[in-house]
């Protein structure tokens, strides 16, 4: 029994959030969004960066604003309790992150690239971890 579980990598004793229905539309249209964020966000965290790109045009930041509100609310479609996630508490801390360097009281290039590394550790933790319910 033991070997199974480690075996498969999933851990009985952690609770994880609430499974909803999501569209397998929705699924297709999410992987297309998710695209769109990155290469605005790509974009954005280059203007931190990067001496060269001085000013982010506003539209980027339109984008990547709102193909983040609608990654959220396709990941929330299918994670019911995402608020109370890992992945849902690590969103959070990234835009207070990026608010915080926005807004100058952190200095803005180790901020932004400490919200960007934070984004990318979330989204790639296996899924017993990333959708682990932290209370």
Known sequence: ?????????????????????????????????????????????????????????????????????????????RHRQICRELSGMSTLVKLILLGAAYHGFFPASATVLSAFVLASISAHAPKQLRHRLLY
């Not at 929705?26 to 060269?52: K, T, W």
């Not at 339109?62 to 990941?75: N, P």
């Open 1 to 77: 029994m033991m070997a199974e579980i480690q075996k498969s990598g999933e851990c009985t004793d952690k609770k994880m959030g609430r499974i909803g229905y999501r569209p397998y539309w929705v699924l297709s249209f999410s992987v297309l969004v998710r695209a769109v964020h990155q290469v605005g966000a790509a974009l954005f965290l280059a203007s931190f960066l990067l001496d060269e790109v001085v000013h982010l045009p506003t539209l980027y930041l339109g984008i990547v604003f709102a193909s983040g509100v609608v990654l959220f609310f396709t990941e929330w479609m």
